[in-house]
């Protein structure tokens, strides 16, 4: 998976939702022991992180299906980290006289999932990119690129396929690709 030719949005939205995976953590340290509001910050940081666990995690597998790699270890990992937020989760805030239930993981991640199906699944998925663009022929993409620009067939944003690469210098390659690195 090529995440770097996703438009810079997704990173950002990625890196603002990633401080608060931190925030329970450092309000339960010895030195907030006084603060008023620590439970509520330590349930607020909570809240958040598993929200946008589970929209990140819907979108990583839209991502996936859409580049034909459904199963694979990036699925199985965000698998495994949602049923560890829903767990330690629950025991930390009911340890806090609070209830939690399994829906604050799965609605928003049932809901971020249709949102991210229906604008990006499939061929749809190369509207994220700034750099790759879907021609008449749905197999075919053009990707202007720093250094060159490429027409040919992708996936998962990798070149993979028949294309042809155009460097800037002008030397060019035309044939068979796999996962972005050119057969020869």
Same mark, same amino acid.
């Given at each position: 998976?090529?995440? +770097?030719?996703?438009?810079?949005?997704?990173?950002?939205?990625? =890196?603002?939702?990633?401080? @608060?995976?931190?925030?329970?953590?450092?309000?339960?340290?010895?030195?907030? *022991?006084?603060?008023? =509001?620590?439970?509520?910050?330590?349930? @607020?940081?909570?809240?958040?992180?598993? !929200?946008?666990? /589970?929209?990140?995690?819907?979108?990583?597998?839209? =991502?996936?299906?859409? +580049?034909?790699? !459904? =199963?694979? #270890?990036?699925?199985? @990992?965000?698998? @495994? !980290?949602?049923? #560890?937020?829903? %767990?330690?989760?629950?025991?930390?805030?009911?340890?806090? /006289? $609070?209830? !939690?239930?399994?829906?604050?993981?799965?609605?928003? $991640?049932?809901? &971020?999932?249709?949102?991210? #199906?229906?604008?990006?699944?499939?061929? *749809?998925? %190369?509207?994220?990119?700034?750099?790759?663009?879907?021609?008449?022929? %749905?197999?075919?993409?053009?990707?202007?690129?720093?250094?060159?620009? %490429?027409?040919?067939?992708?996936? +998962?944003? *990798?070149?993979?396929?028949?294309? *042809?690469?155009?460097?800037? &210098?002008?030397?060019?390659? &035309? /044939?068979?690709?796999?996962?972005?690195?050119?057969?020869?």
């Amino acid at each position: 998976m090529n995440l +770097a030719l996703v438009d810079p949005i997704i990173k950002y939205l990625f =890196f603002t939702w990633l401080p @608060f995976l931190f925030l329970s953590e450092i309000f339960s340290l010895k030195i907030f *022991k006084d603060f008023k =509001f620590k439970d509520n910050v330590i349930i @607020f940081g909570f809240i958040v992180t598993v !929200i946008g666990y /589970g929209i990140l995690s819907s979108f990583i597998i839209i =991502f996936l299906s859409s +580049a034909g790699l !459904i =199963f694979n #270890y990036d699925l199985l @990992f965000n698998s @495994f !980290i949602i049923l #560890y937020f829903i %767990y330690v989760g629950r025991l930390s805030v009911k340890e806090m /006289g $609070f209830k !939690i239930t399994s829906s604050l993981v799965i609605l928003p $991640f049932i809901i &971020s999932y249709i949102i991210f #199906y229906t604008l990006f699944y499939g061929d *749809k998925i %190369y509207r994220l990119s700034p750099q790759c663009n879907n021609t008449e022929d %749905y197999k075919i993409k053009i990707c202007k690129l720093s250094n060159g620009t %490429y027409i040919g067939e992708m996936k +998962a944003f *990798k070149r993979h396929g028949q294309g *042809k690469y155009t460097w800037n &210098s002008g030397k060019t390659y &035309s /044939g068979e690709w796999k996962n972005g690195k050119k057969l020869k």
